[in-house]
């Protein structure tokens, strides 16, 4: 028989464990995490009981089977006796084409519109300032289909195509400009280019290590074009310049030959790039705000000219606080891509709508849109965080 001094002990025992904040925090977790469990589990029993009903195989075999639906844009090989999973394979190789031009027009627009929001001339402050509040202040949606419908539609049809510099036209079917064809040999033209880029690589780092060793500057920015547009133009004339050009020329009712930019891809390169720019603008703006106005001051006091002050001053310094807000609009214009379904432009949402109204398999396609735009932006975030290290502050 137990004392009363040892039932008197374990009271309190049980109480100060009922009491303790880590007892209690595990028993949430576990709690939570069987919640989790089981509304996982009446998810899937609940669609794989409905997909039973509607008489719908689960599974990815329909990846492999022929898609039988023309697409009007494509970078790899494609035509109707391709498999659905080529056709998605078409329209995620047009998403990443829209993100990526999207994302360096998007940043050069906003890059310069920021600066000139900050600019002494009046004229130049305020049609920056409008700009922004302009595109920042409308759905993107409606930025495209302003480019779509206001824009493009209304351009000359092909009989009254606008003559461009160059032998390039413009009108309501796309922009159409000579398409370049490669001869022999021309293979050593993008070997050359590579090899550029790689000594241009390298001239940086040797130009940092000399200037963070002695202070002397290196003309990189020169260098670097002479190497990239030099040894390409070399390769050209010893290979015998080995290009010709297809030149577009009118029909009878369309343009032929050459190539030509639809006005889907058009509207919708525009608009997310104008879209973002405003956006981009605004961080930029803050940027350099950010940095104080004392590296200004004494710039001037070494006599260093207001534009490199900007450029070799001010704006590297501003990168470390404009790097983490870029991220983010790099990942929305990469999403706002998606907006394409609503214009026709066949991306990686149309080809996917088409696949799934096809074949019904709703659940596969949708997990598979999410997948890729999760990579996407993973792959984008990595890119940046990795970039903004790179520009972190190193203490010498």
């Not at 195989?57 to 659905?84: E, M, W």
């Not at 759905?139 to 510099?165: C, H, K, Q, T």
């Not at 030149?247 to 891809?265: D, T």
Request: proline residues 5%.
């Amino acid at each position: 028989m137990a004392s009363p001094t040892s039932v008197h002990d374990r009271a309190p025992a049980r109480a100060s464990l009922l009491y303790d904040p880590r007892v209690r925090g595990i028993v949430v977790q576990v709690v939570v995490a069987i919640a989790l469990v089981l509304i996982v589990y009446w998810i899937i029993g609940n669609t794989t009981e409905n997909l039973q009903r509607a008489n719908i195989a689960s599974g990815f075999d329909f990846l492999g089977r022929r898609s039988g639906f023309d697409i009007s844009q494509t970078l790899i090989d494609y035509s109707a006796n391709s498999t659905f999973g080529r056709a998605i394979l078409v329209g995620l190789a047009n998403t990443i084409l829209v993100a990526v031009i999207g994302i360096v027009t998007a940043t050069i627009i906003g890059f310069l519109i920021g600066v000139g929001r900050l600019s002494r001339n009046w004229l130049i402050s305020k049609i920056c300032t409008v700009y922004v509040e302009v595109f920042r202040n409308i759905p993107p949606l409606l930025v495209i289909f302003f480019w779509y419908l206001g824009v493009l539609a209304v351009l000359p049809g092909a009989r009254e195509s606008l003559d461009l510099p160059l032998g390039t036209y413009l009108n309501n079917r796309g922009f159409y400009m000579p398409m370049p064809i490669w001869g022999e040999g021309a293979w050593l033209i993008a070997v050359a280019f590579v090899i550029a880029i790689a000594m241009s690589f390298f001239v940086a780092r040797k130009a940092h290590q000399r200037q963070m060793a002695t202070g002397q500057r290196f003309p990189v920015l020169w260098t670097s074009l002479a190497l990239i547009v030099g040894l390409p133009l070399l390769a050209f004339a010893a290979t015998g310049f080995p290009l010709t050009f297809d030149m577009p020329e009118q029909g009878s009712f369309n343009l032929v030959g050459g190539f030509s930019i639809k006005p889907e891809f058009l509207s919708l390169y525009l608009a997310l790039s104008f879209y973002t720019a405003s956006f981009i603008a605004e961080i930029v703006r803050a940027g350099i705000l950010g940095v104080s106005k004392g590296q200004t001051e004494a710039a001037h006091a070494l006599g260093i000219r207001p534009g490199p002050t900007l450029r070799l001053v001010i704006i590297p310094q501003a990168m470390r606080i404009v790097i983490p807000p870029l991220t983010s609009q790099y990942l929305n214009l990469t999403k706002n891509s998606s907006l394409a379904v609503f214009i026709g432009y066949p991306d990686l949402i149309q080809t996917g709508q088409t696949t799934m109204n096809q074949t019904g398999q709703a659940i596969e396609v949708v997990a598979i849109w999410m997948l890729i735009y999760l990579g996407l932006s993973l792959s984008t975030s990595t890119f940046m965080n990795w970039f903004n290290a790179k520009m972190a502050l190193v203490e010498r």
